[in-house]
């Protein structure tokens, strides 16, 4: 599939791997449907679309993913009358070991990066059929790797990896793909909403550098680039993968 003309939903499209996504669909002159729940942001991620293709069709949600997943869809088939390819990217983490994390930070994680999920899947999949489309999920190195203090965003993005594999076999049989990403530490807003101050976001960057194989945290583009990939024709025989795009993150072990 030539991405040009397709309709592609991007939740969490206001900042970060969505804003980037976003970006590298419009051009790729699809019909982008950018979803956030910041007006604001929304408008920033609008105005880099439309620098990166002056005639790119564009449809700006203003939604919670958590209570808006049947809107989305809705304002998507009214506007543009199909749907090709979802990309299920908005997500937050909660960090704290067992001993101090609640169960409103397990709800809110699991909300956000599974149930959610789930209701956009359900709902986008009567018209991915009819578009013989896709979906590319975000999910992570911490679906992949255990780490400490972050055990319920590790369980969500497991639990989101096995619901790619799982969806990606239901669907196959109507010919519509489902796959993932996992990046590797990237830098975007995710881990200053997680709580970190300034100087320990420093600090972690550069402890990073030796996290990675290749010795360097990634940047947004590159995690669209992979997205780009797995939604479109290039990857016409992939279903069901999580693709690790980390610098090699996943590979590496303590010793
Ligand atoms: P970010 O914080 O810049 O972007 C996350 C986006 O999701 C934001 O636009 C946020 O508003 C949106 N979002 C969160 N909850 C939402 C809700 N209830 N409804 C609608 N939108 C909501 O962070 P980033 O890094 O761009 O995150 C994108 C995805 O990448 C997430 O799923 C995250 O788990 C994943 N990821 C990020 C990594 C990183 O190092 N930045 C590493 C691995 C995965």
Redesign the pocket.
């Known amino acids: 599939m030539s991405l040009a003309g397709k309709v592609v939903i991007v939740?969490?499209?206001?900042?970060?791997?969505?804003a980037a996504a976003a970006k590298a669909f419009a051009q790729h002159g699809s019909k982008v449907v950018i979803t956030?729940?910041?007006e604001a942001?929304l408008k920033a991620t609008e105005a880099a679309c439309k620098a990166a293709n002056s005639k790119v069709e564009l449809l700006l949600i203003a939604?919670?993913?958590?209570t808006d997943a049947e809107k989305i869809i809705k304002k998507t088939i009214d506007k543009f009358g199909q749907l090709n390819v979802l990309v299920n990217?908005?997500?937050?983490?909660e960090s704290g070991a067992i001993l101090d994390i609640d169960v409103e930070q397990f709800d809110r994680v699991m909300n956000?990066?599974v149930r959610?999920v789930f209701l956009l899947t359900k709902y986008a999949a009567p018209h991915l059929i009819k578009t013989q489309g896709n979906i590319v999920n975000?999910?992570?190195?911490?679906g992949l790797r255990s780490f400490p203090n972050i055990s319920v965003y590790c369980t969500s993005?497991a639990a989101l990896d096995q619901f790619t594999r799982c969806i990606a076999l239901d669907l196959a049989p109507k010919n519509v793909r489902v796959n993932a990403v996992n990046?590797?530490?990237?830098v975007?807003?995710?881990?200053r909403?997680l709580g970190m101050a300034e100087a320990d976001y420093a600090k972690y960057l550069e402890h990073s550098k030796s996290t990675h194989a290749l010795g360097r945290v990634g940047e947004?583009k590159e995690v669209a680039d992979a997205i780009i990939f797995l939604a479109s024709d290039s990857s016409s025989f992939i279903t069901g993968v999580t693709l690790s795009v980390d610098g090699g993150k996943h590979a590496m072990c303590p010793r």
């Not at 939604?63 to 958590?66: N, R, Y």
């Not at 975000?138 to 911490?142: E, G, H, K, N």
Request: proline share 5%.
């Open positions: 939740t969490g499209a206001s900042s970060g791997i969505g956030g729940r910041n942001n939604a919670d993913v958590t990217n908005a997500g937050v983490g956000t990066n959610s975000v999910s992570s190195v911490a993005k990046p590797g530490v990237i975007t807003e995710f881990h909403r947004p």
